[in-house]
């Protein structure tokens, strides 16, 4: 709701702008339950107040003239996708406006020959494999949340997800982008070729960029040929999370890829059937897991499923694993549904800051061990997954309030430390956002946080571009 | 040889700084057969007259101590590797210090768990191939110079090859970069993770910008485990390079990825006769070629070879192609061998301005049949071969003399824009150079080659990186 004067200026010029507009008018919100929704993501993040208005977004050309009000008025704003971002990247607060683009999320063009699609940045990941899925094709993008989360927001964060030992993350599968500027220019980038080194390549630096430098509104990307044949499922039970990382290493050291390999802990799987009843565990592995125990989920796909996955399950055997191998999709989706459960069984207990930290693959036991000494340390449960063909962890705090707590804040950030200490990062795929820009500085060192701030301020002279986000400064340009 | 009283100071200021050092010492040439190979690569590009000296630099250290004197002295800086790029991007010419990495060359760490390398940026790119193949381990990108390119030179130019369809391109296996800036600053980017978002992507920024950023010194590597078993060599002739290209085109839209798949035409094969001897191709089914045939070579690994070269070998007959397929990794490495001295042999008979355009792979039949009209049109042979999975396609003029003459750039003119209109791209790997910049605004639009530029400004104010490379600018700051 607006409260300064400011505000209500920028608020009767959004009216102005948008009301005069012909047919593909975007709409302007300012009803409470849309500020509300907007102030948040699912990362645990609230902003704390709401924004000026949400604009919803029709069109390229609307995206346009918000940005040259937003510039000419010195407002920040804030591009939002489906909203599922884990690092509050995308939660507009007081004197903001929330730029949604949900509403642009039509497939321009799907290629079969040359397996592309040109997509509005709105469009659901899960919709766009869909529309692939109709001609054997298939965007290897795969975060957790592709049935909820748009490829403008998995472009926007460099979303990774289960799949990216084997298939890559979110920058391997974007050939261009349209991008609106700060001053409202339109810019593509990339191409529609498989390769192509004509410039920098703005499209890799765009991707990942949190709508800190321009505002994705279209992509071309590529997609695959679906995997043949049937995948098959691996489940390994290990007496412990540091025992099943090890069996993971192992797996990489051994020089196997799985497509997927997925290591859950107890405390996590105690959550998810809690959340989903025991009625969801029936049958699966999960159901025979001992206390304490943690599971890997592995699968191989395509024409060398088998071999691959008989190599696997031998590693984990021999690891200590207790090993079944399926070749029933419908029993494995079930297994995977758990996995991809296991965020919102979580955020079904309190508010949720899920951390995303990365390390070399052969150091997946010693961090382990490592989150299990803080957690003890600290006095709180740290469940924690981990996609582990990639390193990438995700130790998760539940807490309660808008904000975490001191002693989160304390653990996260030993864990954040002794991540980089065994060579790894602060974030393998969510994105830095609000919640990780404190550690910004210390991973990229001062001469490469000044670049990049000065990447920043090449875009954004002005700084409407989500100020706050990635970079913690005190000085953004406020009206 | 220094000419200006500017160009005698800046010597001695080398001389002094270079000297002074302990152990580590770069040396600096002004020898005139140092400065006479410095003024060419391989693209036929020659500079006008000679820099002022080359500086071999053997350290992290020397790079930084040259780079702050050139600030200092406002003196052109051109980054050199092994020197076999093919747009002019290298070539040092009056005024300007040439930095020649190639001493540089010790690969500082090869982790075969975690399955990476840290290497300086002259290390040529077989002999970390090397290395690696000493741990079942492979770096893939795999330019046809491999050989003789150093690992530096294929970042800096984003480097393509023979097997991108399948492995990607450069950028895919770079993990992160040491670089130093214009000012003598060292920055490390990226990490040792498989996956990182922390920040804006600096490491795909820095690779493909021609040495006009910052200077690559070492780099962070990813390796793959070596395809299991042997290869399938596919060879098929098809009556002439438009059926040939047909042929590669339903390869692709049968959803069918070769490791490999190269499309050779009979004049350049004509030429690799001429250079290496009739005895060059006895028994290979180059041998077997009728006049005005095209090869069509296309290679299927790992655990699935024989399944999936038996799919590819029945697209390219159904097709038209007289295929023949073989396991014998000796007679493969000879056929392959031959396209990869198309482009010596091709330099040994004049000057080669080597195109490097990339369509859709749909279109690489209009491709193909544009090119032979703009060669009647124009009354020149334009041998032609393709990076066929990828669309990529490297159109070849052969001249004599320092400049291509006016037909060829006016054919090379009409190239250019045939596959720009067709969806395509100016470059696909050998990158922009002195000898494509003036097609850059085309391409990227005035607004895209502004933001270029001032990316360009950002990292390097004034104007000493590789000045003239990748941006025609008539304006570059000379002392």
């Not at 002693?407 to 954040?416: G, N, P, Q, S």
Request: include cysteine; hydrophobic fraction near 45%.
């Amino acid at each position: 709701m607006p409260e300064s004067s400011a505000d209500i200026d920028v608020l009767a010029r959004l009216r102005t702008e948008f009301a005069a507009s012909d047919g593909v008018a975007a709409s302007v919100s300012v009803e409470a339950a849309d500020l509300d929704r907007v102030r948040e993501d699912r990362s645990g993040r609230r902003a704390p107040d709401r924004p000026i208005a949400v604009v919803y977004a029709t069109s390229i050309d609307d995206v346009q003239r918000l940005l040259r009000l937003a510039t000419a008025t010195h407002t920040p704003v804030v591009p939002r996708g489906a909203g599922t971002g884990l690092a509050g990247g995308a939660t507009g607060g007081p004197g903001a406006i929330v730029l949604d683009l949900s509403r642009m999320n039509r497939i321009l063009e799907l290629d079969p020959i040359d397996e592309l699609a040109v997509v509005e940045a709105g469009v659901l990941n899960g919709d766009l494999n869909a529309a692939a899925a109709a001609h054997g094709l298939w965007y290897a993008p795969d975060p957790a949340s592709r049935a909820i989360s748009s490829v403008g927001g998995n472009i926007a964060t460099n979303a990774g997800g289960l799949l990216c030992a084997k298939y890559g993350v979110t920058r391997e599968a974007v050939l261009g982008l349209a991008v609106v500027l700060a001053d409202g220019r339109l810019v593509r980038t990339g191409r529609r070729t498989v390769k192509g080194v004509t410039g920098y390549d703005l499209t890799a630096l765009l991707t990942g960029s949190e709508g800190t430098l321009g505002i994705i509104v279209e992509a071309t990307v590529r997609l695959r040929p679906r995997p043949e044949g049937e995948p098959v499922t691996i489940a390994a039970a290990f007496a412990d999370v540091e025992a099943a990382a090890a069996g993971c290493a192992a797996v990489t050291a051994a020089r196997l890829r799985p497509a997927m390999l997925e290591l859950v802990d107890d405390l996590g799987l105690g959550r998810v059937v809690d959340h989903l009843g025991a009625a969801a565990i029936a049958g699966t592995p999960v159901e025979h897991l001992a206390p304490g125990e943690a599971l890997v989920i592995a699968q191989a796909d395509d024409t060398d499923a088998a071999v691959r996955a008989a190599r696997i399950a031998e590693v984990l055997r021999a690891a200590g694993g207790r090993v079944e191998v399926s070749t029933d999709t419908v029993a494995a989706e079930r297994l995977i549904g758990l996995r991809r459960a296991w965020h919102p069984a979580l955020a079904a207990t309190g508010e949720v800051l899920i951390e995303d930290i990365a390390v070399p693959r052969s150091k997946l036991p010693d961090m382990f061990r490592v989150i299990g000494e803080i957690g003890r340390r600290h006095g709180i449960e740290i469940p924690t997954l981990a996609h582990a063909g990639d390193g990438n962890l995700h130790p998760n705090f539940v807490f309660t309030g808008d904000e975490p707590p001191a002693e989160v804040w304390a653990a996260a950030d030993e864990l954040f430390r002794a991540a980089v200490a065994l060579g790894g990062t602060l974030t393998g795929e969510h994105g830095v956002g609000i919640l990780k820009r404190r550690w910004l500085r210390d991973e990229l060192g001062d001469d490469g946080y000044d670049l990049q701030r000065g990447l920043k301020a090449l875009f954004d002279p002005a700084g409407v571009l989500n100020p706050g986000v990635m970079f913690d400064v005190s000085n953004e340009p406020r009206r």
